[in-house]
């Protein structure tokens, strides 16, 4: 059967069905009508040894390496840098994520042809900046990216910094033809981390009514949807950035995820996002976007 509803209300599309509606999102992103929203699980596209972390785990694995966490909290990523900062200090922690994602990671395939579209908004989750490099290795000039940055350091009232792909800073106001937004930061220019638990104190009362997010970034989600690979949502962190990131749009949602592994909070909030689960090997998925037209298969 190509097409499920299940009992939570989650609709999941495999087989045929499924290669269809890839084929719909190609259209789509190059149509620039839906917003790419990228995961770490996107890094092993290449290959499975990828030297950036590709989970919350195992950047959690990471930091234990580093500075050994009590075990009720050893695998939450966002608890073991609460415990680094609290014991080692804010540098400490911050040294620490910018060593263990120095090793630049190389652009996927997707990564690669998701920089040749003139997209307004590509949504970059994670830490290790392949999106950033792909638009540079692309000769795109026109594009600023916005990072999501703590507050813990006492910098000012401020929640986003923003770079040209030289790594300039620029003022807040500076916009492009494409915006990238990291909203958990990122390696590169900077080593800004939104990480431990204290980082998203203020950031989750706020981001209820949005104050965290660009004001770009909400302009021009207005009249579009999201496109999630590579992402899971089994964490509640996770859950509530994509939820507001998501707020105001007119959709529709879709995410590539292998459906026989989500977790019953996660099957919830694809089900109430309205988020469609495309039920495919992301590999397969990123090979069909970036291959031939459907018109030639």
């Known amino acids: ?3 499920m509803l299940s009992w939570d209300h989650l609709v ?12 719909l999102l190609k259209g789509a992103l190059k149509a620039d009508r839906v917003i790419p929203y990228l995961g770490p699980g996107l890094l092993q596209l290449n290959t499975p040894e990828s030297p950036a972390p590709c989970t919350p785990e195992d950047v959690a694995a990471a930091l234990n390496k580093r500075a050994p966490a009590p075990s009720r909290i050893r695998t939450n990523m966002w608890s073991v840098a609460q415990f680094i900062e609290q014991r080692r200090h804010r540098r400490t922690l911050q040294a620490w994520m910018a060593e263990i994602f120095a090793a630049p990671a190389e652009p996927t395939v997707l990564h690669a042809w998701l920089a040749t579209l003139q997209l307004s908004v590509i949504i970059d989750s994670w830490y290790d900046g392949a999106m950033r490099a792909a638009l540079a290795e692309a000769g795109q000039t026109d594009v600023v990216e916005i990072q999501g940055t703590t507050r813990a350091t006492g910098i000012g009232n401020i929640w986003t910094r923003t770079y040209d792909l030289s790594g300039t800073e620029l003022d807040a106001e500076q916009v492009a033809r494409t915006v990238l937004y990291a909203p958990h930061g990122s390696v590169r220019p900077a080593a800004n ?6 980082d998203y104190v203020e950031v989750l009362t706020e981001i209820d009514i949005q104050t965290p997010i660009p004001d770009v ?7 579009r949807g999201f496109f999630f690979v590579g992402c899971r949502f089994n964490d509640q962190m996770l859950r509530t950035y994509a939820r507001q990131m998501m707020k105001r749009s007119t959709g529709p949602h879709f995410a590539v995820i292998d459906s026989a592994t989500l977790t019953r909070n996660e099957r919830r909030f694809l089900a109430e996002g309205a988020i469609t689960v495309i039920d495919m090997p992301i590999g397969n998925a990123a090979a069909r976007l970036v291959g031939v037209d459907a018109s030639q298969d």
Do not use: E, P, Y
């Open 1 to 3: 059967m190509n097409t």
């Open 193 to 198: 981390f939104l990480v431990a638990d204290s």
């Open 12 to 23: 999941v599309v495999r087989g045929s069905f499924a290669k269809k509606l890839i084929d």
């Open 217 to 223: 970034v909400k302009q021009r989600r207005v009249n």
